[in-house]
C-alpha cells in the first residue's frame, strides 16, 4: 500500500459547483497533512493544513480531517476556472524536520 | 516575495555534463533541505534530506554519487547532477524546513523548480 493514496482523476466540476477531493494515507501516527496546489510546470503552493480531527475553513477551501479513517480532503466552493491544477495531498511522518510524503495528485478540471 | 529562491528556473546541458542547482532561503533559516524531482505526471519524489552542515541522507535507488547535495549554511543548499543523462531530464524541486525569521514556528517552503533537460 503506498503512503499517500490519491484519486488521479481527472475530476471535473461546473464553475460555481463545489470540488471534493480526498486522500487516505497508511501512518497512522502521521501529524501533519497539507494540500498543496500545483500548476503545470509550477512549484507546489501551500492551500491548507491540518494538524487535529474535524473540519478547518479558509476562504473558498475547507480541509477535513479523520485520523481514525486515515482520511483527509479538501472541499472547494465556488470552484473557478483558476482552480483547474492538480492538488497534491501530502502528509507529515511524526517527527518534526521530516519531508513531506506526497500523493500522485488528483487532476480538477472547472468548466466554464 | 519568494522565501526560497532556486536557480536556475531551466537549464539544458549535452549528456555527460555537470548542473548545479542552487537553493537560497531568504529570512529563513534552513535547517533542512529537502530535494524531490517530479517527471511528467508523476507526483513528486524525494531524492534526500539534507542537515545544514552535516551529509545528505538519500533515499533508495538515488544514486549519491550522481546527485551531489551541498548543505554548508542555513541560507543555501545546492543540487549537482553529474554526468547527466537525458533520463535526467526531469523537474526538481527543493523544500526548506526551518524557522522563519519574521514567523513563528517549523514551516516548510518550497523552491520555484528547474526544469532540467539533458541532450
Known amino acids: 500500500q503506498k503512503e499517500v493514496e490519491q484519486n488521479s482523476g481527472p475530476l471535473s466540476v461546473p464553475e460555481g459547483a463545489i470540488a471534493s477531493l480526498n486522500c487516505t494515507y497508511s501512518?497512522?501516527?502521521?501529524?501533519?497533512f497539507f494540500w498543496y496546489r500545483q500548476y503545470s510546470g509550477k512549484s507546489p503552493e501551500l492551500i491548507m493544513s491540518?494538524?487535529?480531527?474535524g473540519d478547518k475553513e479558509d476562504g473558498r477551501f475547507t480541509a477535513q480531517l479523520n485520523k481514525a479513517s486515515q482520511y483527509v480532503s479538501l472541499l472547494i466552493r465556488d470552484s473557478q476556472p483558476s482552480d483547474s491544477a492538480t492538488y497534491l495531498c501530502?502528509?507529515?511522518?511524526?517527527?518534526?524536520?521530516?519531508?513531506?510524503?506526497f500523493g500522485k495528485g488528483t487532476r480538477l478540471s472547472v468548466i466554464a | 516575495g519568494a522565501v526560497v529562491s532556486q536557480h536556475p528556473s531551466w537549464v539544458i546541458c549535452k549528456s555527460g555534463t555537470s548542473v548545479k542547482i542552487e537553493c537560497r532561503s531568504l529570512?529563513?533559516?534552513?535547517?533542512?533541505m529537502f530535494w524531490y524531482r517530479q517527471f511528467p505526471k508523476q507526483s513528486l519524489m524525494l531524492m534526500a534530506t539534507?542537515?545544514?552542515?552535516?551529509?545528505?541522507?538519500?533515499e533508495q535507488g538515488v544514486e549519491k554519487d550522481k546527485f551531489l547535495i551541498n548543505h554548508a549554511s542555513l541560507t543555501l543548499s545546492t543540487l549537482t547532477v553529474t554526468s547527466a543523462h537525458p533520463e535526467d531530464s526531469s523537474f526538481y524541486i527543493c523544500?526548506?524546513?526551518?524557522?522563519?525569521?519574521?514567523?513563528?514556528?517549523?514551516?516548510?517552503?518550497f523552491g520555484e523548480g528547474s526544469w532540467l533537460t539533458v541532450v
Open positions: 529570512d529563513f533559516q534552513a535547517t533542512t
Open positions: 539534507s542537515n545544514e552542515g552535516s551529509k545528505a541522507t538519500y
Open positions: 501512518d497512522r501516527g502521521s501529524q501533519s
Open positions: 523544500s526548506a524546513s526551518g524557522i522563519h525569521l519574521l514567523g513563528a514556528g517549523n514551516t516548510i517552503y
Open positions: 491540518i494538524y487535529s480531527n
Open positions: 501530502a502528509v507529515m511522518r511524526r517527527v518534526v524536520n521530516t519531508p513531506l510524503v
